[in-house]
T-cell receptor, first 111, second 114 residues
Framework: NAGVTQTPKFRVLKTGQSMTLLCAQD?????MYWYRQDPGMGLRLIHY???????AKGEVPDGYNVSRLKKQNFLLGLESAAPSQTSVYFC??????????FGPGTRLTVL | QQQVKQSPQSLIVQKGGIPIINCAYE??????FPWYQQFPGKGPALLIA?????SEKKEGRFTISFNKSAKQFSLHIMDSQPGDSATYFC?????????????FGKGTHLIIQP
């Protein structure tokens, strides 16, 4: 089992460009999450999904969109990247029952 | 509004010492309190977790102490080793299986000196 995988691992964007981050899990988990991690801020929830075809906003959703078309995948989109979105993005999944398994992260820099 | 407050921000302990990291929460709807360990360049990994119906939980060298009335919980690492050097995050989630995600503290950067 690969667990939770994220692509890409690194990305540099210019302000205004768009991109999609892909998260995939092979544990048949129902719940999936996107967090961002900034120095001194801990991890903050962007969006989450409690099942295929569902999405909901977390603590810091502005500037991001998500889709969960397949149970195993959770996509995070940035339509028009801003320097404030420079961060490390983590995807996580959970069967339900609280324990979350995290991916290795995507380091995004917006110039 | 920071719902989970963590302290200290950084901590240096000699090998064999007992680092203690503290967290306080505000939302009484929280019913699950995990600690995550993160090494540089890696994603967080669950270390140990507790629910509010118990006051203490031990797993190996790691212990969580929980004080429901004070809305505080802490992580103790017994016989600390240099390999324990990492960033530690406390977190909390609400009922319903934590479907709506974890609320994290800001993290503690722990260094265990040989």
């Amino acid at each position: 089992n690969a667990g939770v995988t994220q692509t890409p691992k690194f990305r540099v964007l210019k302000t205004g460009q768009s991109m999609t981050l892909l998260c995939a899990q092979d544990m048949n988990h129902e719940y999936m999450y996107w967090y961002r991690q900034d120095p001194g801020m801990g991890l903050r929830l962007i969006h989450y999904s409690v099942g295929e075809g569902t999405t909901a906003k977390g603590e810091v959703p502005d500037g991001y969109n998500v889709s969960r078309l397949k149970k195993q995948n959770f996509l995070l989109g940035l339509e028009s990247a801003a320097p404030s979105q420079t961060s490390v993005y983590f995807c996580a999944s959970s069967f339900g029952g609280h324990e979350q398994f995290f991916g290795p992260g995507t380091r995004l820099t917006v110039l | 509004q920071q719902q989970v407050k963590q302290s200290p921000q950084s901590l240096i302990v000699q090998k064999g010492g007992i680092p203690i990291i503290n967290c306080a929460y505000e939302n009484t709807a929280f019913d699950y309190f995990p600690w995550y360990q993160q090494f540089p360049g890696k994603g967080p990994a669950l270390l140990i977790a507790i629910r509010p119906d118990v006051s203490e939980k031990k797993e190996g060298r790691f212990t969580i102490s929980f004080n429901k009335s004070a809305k505080q919980f802490s992580l103790h690492i017994m016989d600390s080793q240099p390999g324990d050097s990492a960033t530690y995050f406390c977190a909390a989630s609400k009922g319903g299986g934590g479907a709506d995600g974890l609320t994290f503290g800001k993290g503690t950067h722990l260094i265990i000196q040989p």
